[in-house]
Structures are given as C-alpha cells and as structure tokens.
C-alpha cells in the first residue's frame, strides 16, 4: 500500500513542480472553449438548442481531463527510456501495486487538470445547474481520468518509444474526442455515426459530466454510470496485465 | 550458503539472435565478481535476468538461493543495483529519491531516515541533498545511485559499468568503500566494467565474456599468466580479439535525441 501511496505522490509532485506542462496543456481546451463556445453560440441558440457554452463546458472539460490522463499512462515509456521505470521494476514490491500507484497518480493530474479548465470555463460564463450535483460530477471526472489513464498506461507498457506519438494523438486521442458527443449532441445523427458515438468510452463520460453539471442527458445518468464504471475496470485490468508483461 | 549467484546453462534468444549462449557460472559469498566482455557481449542482458526484469530463454538461475523467474520478491530484496544507464528521478531531490526507493523497500521511516543521511553523506552529497537531481552532474548522479544500491542493506550489489563517466578519485572513493562493505559486511558484488586495471585491481575472480559465451573465467592473475600478458588488458584483447565492436543504436538513444528536441532545454 506503501508503495502505491508513494507512486501516486511522485506523479502529483511532479505535475505541481512543473508549471509549464499545466499551462501548455490548457492552451487547447481554451482554444476551443473561446472558438467554438462564443462562435457557434448564436447559431445554437438559433437552431433551438440553448446555451451552447453550457453544453459545450463540460465537453471541454472532458477533454482536458482526456488529453492529459492520456499523456500520464504514456509517460511510462519516457520512464521507461530515460531510467527510472528500472528503478521501480527492481524492487520488491509487485507489478500491480506499481500500476495503481502510477495510474492513480496519472488519473488524479489528469483531474487536477480538468478541475482548473472548470475554472476557466467558469470565468468564460459558464454556470451550473445545481450545485449539489457537483460530487456526482467529480465522480464522473474521476472516473474518466482513471479510464483515460488505462489506456495510456496499456499503450506505454507496449510501445517501446515515442515515435508512435503522433499515431496516437491522431488516430486515437483525437477522434475519441471529436466522436464523444462534447461539441455536438449525440443525437439526431447519422446512422455510422451514433454507432462510434455509443462506442466511445468518452461519450458516456460526457454525458455524464453534462448531465450532472447542465442537466442535460442524451441517456441517463445510471446508463453513464455504469457503463463508465464496467469499462474503467475492464481497461484498469487491461493496462495492469501490459504493464506486467513489460520486460527490459 | 557459500554461492551467493549460480547460473547453470543460462540462455537468452531474440528471435534469431542468440544474446546469451549457454553460460554457467558462480560468485561465492562476500567476493567480488567482475564480468567482462565487449560492447554488445551479453553482459547487461545477463544481469538483466540476473535481477528479474528479464525472463531467460533457458537455463537456471539462483540468486541468493532464489529463483528470479519464480521468487522475485526474494531475489529482490536481495540486491541493490547501480544500471548502466541513470535511473534516477530528475524531478525529485537527491533525498527525495533516497527516500522513495527506502519506501519501496519498506524500511521503516528512522531507520530509512538515518541511513539516507549516512549514505548521502558518505558520497559526500550530504550539502546537495535538497537539489533536484535535475541539476547534478553525471558524477553526481552516479554516486548517489550507489547510496541509493546500498540503501536496504543488499546481500549482492549489481554494478553495471559503474564508474563510467567518473574522475579518478571518485572512483577510488566508491571502489574503496564496495572493498570495505565487501569486506566487513560480507556483501557479494557482481560489477561489469570497460576498465581492466580496475577489474584487476578489486574483482577476486573475473569471467570474460564474448559473443554470449564466457570465453575465459579465473583469478585476473590466472587469465594474465594463461595468455602470457604482462596486463589484464592485454590478456582481455588476446581472448576476445582485436575487432571493435558495432552496437545498433537502441531505442533508449533514439529517445534521447527526440526528448532534447521535443522538450527544448527548459524542462529536463
């Protein structure tokens, strides 16, 4: 449990000792928050659908949440190349209390990270609905991290350098986001598209968050729940079993 | 228990290429052992299996009477290791290191307290230890990987080219100090080296190995008089020949090179 703790505080003090990566990491999500948030605003609200920067702050929010939980499960392999992976690997404590420490670290930067572009989205205009449902939203932002963070760490434990980075970012991180239901509602689409739509472990985490921030569901918050939980335990399980099989 | 390390027909394939070829070998308790070979001989990959982080292909492996394939965390708890390559945590200080590692180890905390200043002080970083590792020098680092080795009181100390990139007193002052923990303590090493005068100045017994195979094993003072050499340089180019040896570049090179240009000068 010692060993745990201590993993998951080294990433927290490296994320808190490192200023640049928490305002370099903020620059897309406020992009989009301006760009899109005050852009499509009218034609929203025009098409019948409301506020758009309220429906539009918790997709955002999701995906500084995924961007970075994505980029902590895949610092494995800067770990792993620039040394201290070794360190870790050689001690007498199991693969698997190294994994949760290290994905529970990841999960809790990655949130920490979505906690401030709540912050900013605030300051943009954005309101919420009802205040008492905000544990139910850190729930969902938690759950999301933890999620993201799996899959990171299951893509580092494989890959043996960075190269395959862009791979991942376009291929990947990219339309997990774009087909998550956080730009757009997740209904009234076509036919292939839903399909991906309810695919996408994002969409329930969005959904989620929405609901429990804007009040607005495209399935419930149960559905969300659930479904977001199955899948953060099948990928927690997934990344521990790459993590485990990593030799040097 | 007299062997401390017993490798019986240990064997390591990469597919097609063979890295480690039918060796067998032992170190006894308290001595020293150098392992000696050229660049891409199979001398890391050997204590990578040697220290759990590597299945081998076949073979059999006891390290402090314990299997690393099955019993790791015994054979964990059993060595302290300095890797060819730094394995600290440039984001952490000095001390920060030193404690995370006693932590892994599960050293209660006076204990792991005290030992961290005596080591820390004893590779005289004692004045540094609240620096971030970021800002030591490689000899720096070095050092405090060795205190961080010695932290829990390991039975065996891996070293894997461990004075590389280290001035002569430096170097004196931990191979001193490794004679003495050998010595007193009865702490069984087992280091790799590119420096002969020094594998024959501080190894008890040798084993040199070439291609994946130990060509030559012995006292340095018998492998120098079996090759008629007045060095054990000499006697270590007359068994494994004069041609130099290619190494491709892994791909932990490869990262570095792309960690320089991807993260710029500001961040590590």
Known sequence: ?248 | MSEMIAVNDLVKNYGEFCAVNHISFTVPEGKIFGFLGPNGAGKTTTIKMLTTVLDPTSGKILVNGHDPTREQKQVRRSFGIVFQDPSLDDELTAYENMDLHGILYGMPHSERKKRIDMLIDFVGLADRKKNFVKEYSGGMKRRLEVARALLHKPRILFLDEPTIGLDPQTRNHIWGYIQQLSKEENVTVFFTTHYMEEADRVADDVAVIDHGKIVAQGAPGELKERTKSATLEDAFIALTGHAIREEEATSADRMRMMGRVWRGAGRR
Do not use: H
């Not at chain 1, 040394?83 to 001690?91: P, R, S, W």
């Open chain 1, 1 to 248: 449990m010692k060993a745990i703790y201590i993993l998951c505080m080294r990433q927290l003090k490296r994320y808190i000792r490192s200023p640049a990566r928490i305002v370099g990491s903020l620059g897309q999500p406020i992009l989009f928050l301006v760009a899109l948030g005050f852009g499509f605003r009218a034609m929203f609200a025009r098409a019948g659908g409301g506020n758009y920067l309220n429906f539009l702050a918790p997709g955002i929010i999701s995906m500084a949440i995924l961007f970075n939980a994505v980029f902590s499960g895949i610092e494995i392999i800067w770990d792993r190349q620039f040394g201290f992976l070794k360190e870790t690997l050689v001690a007498p404590v199991s693969r698997l209390e190294i994994v949760f420490g290290r994905t529970l670290g990841g999960a809790i930067v990655a949130m920490a990270q979505g906690a401030v572009v709540f912050v900013i989205c605030l300051i943009a205009g954005f309101r919420i609905e009802n205040s008492l449902l905000l544990p139910v939203a850190i729930v969902f932002m938690f759950l999301i991290a933890l999620l993201f963070t799996s899959i990171g760490t299951a893509i580092g434990s494989v890959l043996q350098d960075m190269q395959g980075f862009p791979l991942i970012m376009n291929f990947l991180v990219m339309p997990l986001f774009f087909f998550s239901g956080a730009l757009f509602p997740a209904t009234g689409l076509p036919k292939a598209l839903q399909f991906a739509l309810r695919l996408n472990p994002l969409t329930y985490g969005v959904d989620g968050l929405r609901g429990s921030l804007s009040n607005t569901y495209a399935f419930s918050m149960a559905t969300d729940f659930i479904v977001l939980s199955i899948l953060t335990a099948i990928l927690l399980a997934i990344g521990s079993y790459f993590f485990s099989k990593i030799q040097l």
